[in-house]
């Protein structure tokens, strides 16, 4: 491999006062330079592993003597990928007396079988992670229950048999990041003193100065709060120590409750009158923050079953529940009765933080020359908005905005990324691929805006034929994926205004980024890890983006490959089969067992599953799943070609109207199961009213099984 290439080591270290972060990025191997770990770096060091994708057996010899380089009064490592963890677990002194303190685990939704990582801090959860206990984690694609796609005792080995992590307090901003200014607002109405926090406790000034003059009932309001760690939360203690007032708290937010258990004496002290956690709709997927009683969350009820969702009138679930039940039983119980519960009831619609956002975006807010609806999700990049744009003689439009979290906005990673989604989609206009309209930047906000798309997405369909025990229709599912195999091949064909043929490679065909419109119009979306020629965020070949079980057998093999169209018919062959059967063809219990079903065969055929499937079909779902990438069609529209040659033949053509229609029954007949018609997002953030998919397709950097 050429150096200079993506996959080469960077080392990037900013200094502050008596300390230091270290952020690395790329391949650790043979070329990393050991010395560059020391440059710049002194006292308090933290590492930051997030953005390491692999690490060899010559990288660790590497790493470990730059360990042993570096100056520091303390070493700390955060975000720690899974590759990396396998290191921490088996290698003798990969951590030089430094303390692991953030780590990612591999969980798996034990519904849709969606792959995904979530951040464990062991200053909050070390507990479990001692006890070899999975902590528990709600899949963001279906808003079911997750677990750990590992062993417990294996994956937390090393972690479990370290003390809790003790961060100094001036590497504090590395591990929390910089935090908004804490804002105090003080309100006294009767003879209620109110204070409003909002912004960050953990880079906070002393609080002792606001506890001067205090009397009488003073409730402390905590719903603004970002971030929580023990450090911030025992910054809080000085202003309770005011003589003469009696303190409250209310509206706490989970992740500075989950800080507040590790300060028992703090908790027990402060009557806490509620919590503030994030309600998610079974229905329409919109994520918003609600006020919940600590008594609710004492008892062992669910508290969340008279709750609604403001845009649809739909029921959900209170995600981190778990978490708040032990902050509350913890709690000291308030009065039942008292003039701080009736000042809070009053200011019961104050304004709530945006859910995975930095700032408040109210609806019915403008953003540029847009009216922002509603908030509809989120994911690890973005947030995405419903909005309408306005103009004369009453003109609407409904689009949806997908912008940039606050916190990446100066991450220029992230930003290559964010242009590279739209560039791609961009470039490509066909009736079967999401619309485009804009890309910009609003106040330092970076956003896209994209067509609104009201149907569901495929995975939606099958979630709902799979309650109901009605399969697709044979011509329905040769149908989706023909207009599937039509807007791939729009992309595959791209040629720009030079006359020179780029194609775009989508990379991430599944059924949930598939869109069927409410006129059974198809269309594909997602191109946020589309590879194409000229990106400007280039992934190297051994990186593996998007969902395992779609992703051809020659993307696990070695040398790696550069991808190409055959990878998407792959991936639009599984769509098929899990179209015509509701299964899939590869599935095993664990991602090294699809990825060993993938590698070592090419499918079973449908007509084992569902005899009606017609032999000539059969042959063209296999060819397309060939192993062999020889022996596949070639291009998407060699696939559609074949699939519209068998359905004149059937002489079952299908009408779009037909797919609608089916789409719309079927969404009827599971409401009357009692079961929920999802509607949620499509992973772009096209809104699609009928998915239960999650706002971004998640990447995932895997070592190749042999090394």
């Known amino acids: 491999m050429p150096e200079g290439s993506a996959t080469s080591p960077k080392v990037e270290c900013l200094s502050g006062t008596d300390t230091a972060l270290i952020r690395v990025t790329g391949r650790i191997d043979e070329r990393f330079e050991p010395q560059s770990l020391a440059q710049g770096a002194h006292g308090a060091v933290i590492i930051d592993l997030d953005g390491v994708t692999e690490m060899t057996s010559y990288g660790v010899q590497r790493w470990l003597l730059g360990l042993s380089f570096i100056t520091r009064s303390y070493l700390g490592f955060i975000k720690v990928r899974p590759a990396l963890v396998v290191q921490f677990n088996s290698v003798r002194d990969f951590a030089a007396s430094g303390q692991l303190i953030s780590f990612y685990a591999p969980y798996v939704g034990t519904s849709c079988t969606h792959y995904f990582e979530t951040l464990v801090d062991l200053r909050r959860q070390h507990a479990q992670i001692r006890a070899l206990e999975a902590p528990p984690a709600t899949c963001p694609q279906c808003s079911g229950e997750a677990i750990l796609d590992d062993l417990p005792d294996s994956y937390f080995l090393?972690?479990?048999q370290q003390p809790p992590p003790t961060v100094p307090?001036?590497?504090?901003?590395?591990?929390?990041?910089?935090?908004?200014?804490l804002r105090v607002d003080k309100e006294i109405k009767g003879r209620v003193t109110a204070l409003w926090l909002s912004g960050g406790l953990d880079q906070a000034p002393s609080l002792r100065r606001l506890a001067t003059g205090l009397e009488g009932d003073v409730v402390v309001v905590a719903q603004g709060?970002?971030?929580?760690?023990?450090?911030?939360?025992?910054?809080l203690a000085p202003l309770f120590e005011a003589p003469g007032a009696r303190f409250s708290l209310a509206r706490v937010p989970v992740a500075m409750a989950s800080a507040m258990v590790s300060e028992a004496k703090l908790l027990a002290a402060v009557p806490v009158h509620s919590f503030e956690l994030d309600?998610?709709?079974?229905?329409?997927?919109?994520?918003?923050?609600?006020?919940?009683?600590?008594?609710?969350?004492?008892?062992?009820?669910?508290?969340?079953?008279a709750e609604r969702c403001a845009a649809c009138g739909g029921a959900g679930a209170l995600l981190t529940l778990p978490e708040a039940r032990v902050a509350a039983k913890a709690a000291a119980v308030p009065p039942e009765s008292s003039e701080v519960s009736e000042y809070l009831r009053s200011r019961r619609d104050a304004p709530r933080l945006n859910v995975g956002g930095d700032s408040a975006t109210p609806n019915g807010s403008r953003f540029g020359k847009y009216t922002v609806q509603r908030?509809?999700?989120?994911?690890?990049?973005?947030?995405v908005f419903l909005a309408t744009l306005g103009g004369d003689g009453g003109f609407e439009k409904k689009v949806v905005l997908k912008r940039i979290i606050p916190a990446l906005a100066t991450d220029s990673r992230f930003l290559a990324m964010f242009y590279d989604e739209a560039r791609l989609a961009a470039r490509i206009s066909h009736p079967n691929v999401v619309q485009l309209f804009e890309v910009g930047q609003e106040s330092g906000i970076h956003y896209i805006a994209m067509e609104y798309v009201a149907g569901w997405d495929l995975n939606a369909i099958l979630k709902m034929c799979e309650r109901a025990g009605r399969p697709l229709p044979v011509e329905l599912a040769v149908g989706v994926v023909i207009q599937l195999a039509a807007g791939l091949q729009s992309a595959h064909a791209w040629v720009g205004d030079d006359g020179v043929r780029r194609p775009i490679?989508?990379?991430?065909?599944?059924?949930?980024?598939?869109l069927v419109s409410t006129d059974g119009i198809v269309k594909v979306t997602d191109f946020g890890i589309a590879k194409a020629s000229d990106n400007l965020e280039q992934t190297p070949a051994s990186a593996l983006k998007g969902k395992i079980g779609f992703m051809a057998p020659e993307?696990?093999?070695e040398p790696p490959v550069e991808v190409d169209a055959r990878i998407d018919v792959f991936a639009a062959g599984v769509v098929l089969y899990q179209c015509l059967t509701l299964k899939h063809p590869f599935r095993g219990g664990t991602d090294a067992q699809t990825i060993g079903a993938i590698i070592n065969s090419s499918g079973s055929p449908a007509r084992l599953l569902r005899p009606e499937v017609p032999a000539a079909l059969d042959a063209i779902v296999l060819k397309a799943m060939a192993n062999d990438p020889a022996q596949r069609y070639?291009?998407?529209?060699?696939?559609?070609?074949?699939?519209?040659?068998?359905?004149?033949?059937?002489?079952?053509?299908?009408?779009?109207?037909?797919?609608?229609?089916?789409?719309?029954?079927?969404?009827?007949d599971v409401k009357a199961l009692g079961e929920p018609s999802t509607h949620n997002l499509t992973p772009s953030g096209v809104a699609s009213e009928g998915s239960a998919s999650a706002v971004n397709t998640i990447s995932v950097s895997l070592k190749h099984p042999k090394e």
């Not at 307090?169 to 200014?181: E, I, K, N, Q």
């Not at 709060?225 to 025992?234: I, M």
Request: include cysteine; glycine fraction near 10%; charge should be positive.
């Open 158 to 160: 090393y972690a479990s």
């Open 375 to 383: 908030r509809i999700g989120s994911g690890g990049m973005a947030e």
């Open 634 to 668: 070639q291009t998407a529209r060699d696939l559609q070609q074949a699939l519209e040659d068998f359905m004149l033949a059937s002489g079952k053509l299908m009408r779009t109207e037909q797919l609608a229609q089916f789409a719309q029954q079927l969404s009827v």
């Open 555 to 557: 993307r696990f093999r």
């Open 225 to 235: 709060v970002t971030g929580g760690s023990p450090e911030g939360v025992r910054r």
């Open 505 to 514: 490679i989508h990379r991430d065909v599944s059924p949930h980024n598939v």
């Open 169 to 181: 307090r001036a590497a504090l901003r590395w591990v929390d990041g910089v935090a908004a200014a």
């Open 279 to 305: 309600f998610q709709c079974a229905r329409c997927g919109t994520v918003a923050r609600r006020e919940v009683q600590a008594a609710a969350l004492r008892s062992d009820g669910d508290p969340a079953s």
